[in-house]
């Protein structure tokens, strides 16, 4: 059976540019996770004010205006605050992880 041109079993481009766009994406996923992480102090941060961003965020979530988000402040390569807040889905279902890959 011929998988070429014309055979009817050709991806639908749709699907096509979905499956690039996430192979794109695994390597640059891979790599993040290897950004070292420290303290947002020695990356010259506030050590108070990060507090401030799960308590905001889950108001935003209480709200409706989204169900999670995931939060990363960096600077100079260093992770100095990553954070998974809400869920995936409307449903509240499915935690969010902070290796979530978002997509509209």
């Not at 096509?16 to 695994?26: E, G, K, V």
């Not at 996923?29 to 420290?38: E, L």
């Not at 108070?48 to 989204?66: D, E, F, T, V």
Request: net charge positive; glycine share 10%.
């Amino acid at each position: 059976m011929s998988m070429g041109r014309g055979s009817g079993t050709a991806l639908p481009l749709g699907r096509m540019i979905c499956a690039l766009a996430l192979a794109l994406c695994i390597p640059v996923a891979v790599s993040a996770r290897r950004i070292a992480a420290s303290s947002p102090e020695s990356l010259g941060f506030s050590a108070k004010r990060p507090s401030y961003i799960r308590p905001w965020y889950q108001a935003q979530i209480a709200a409706g205006a989204l169900p999670g988000a995931v939060v990363a402040i960096a600077r100079d390569g260093q992770i100095a605050y990553l954070e998974a807040v809400g869920t995936q889905d409307w449903g509240k279902r499915i935690p969010l992880r902070t290796d979530a890959i978002f997509w509209r």
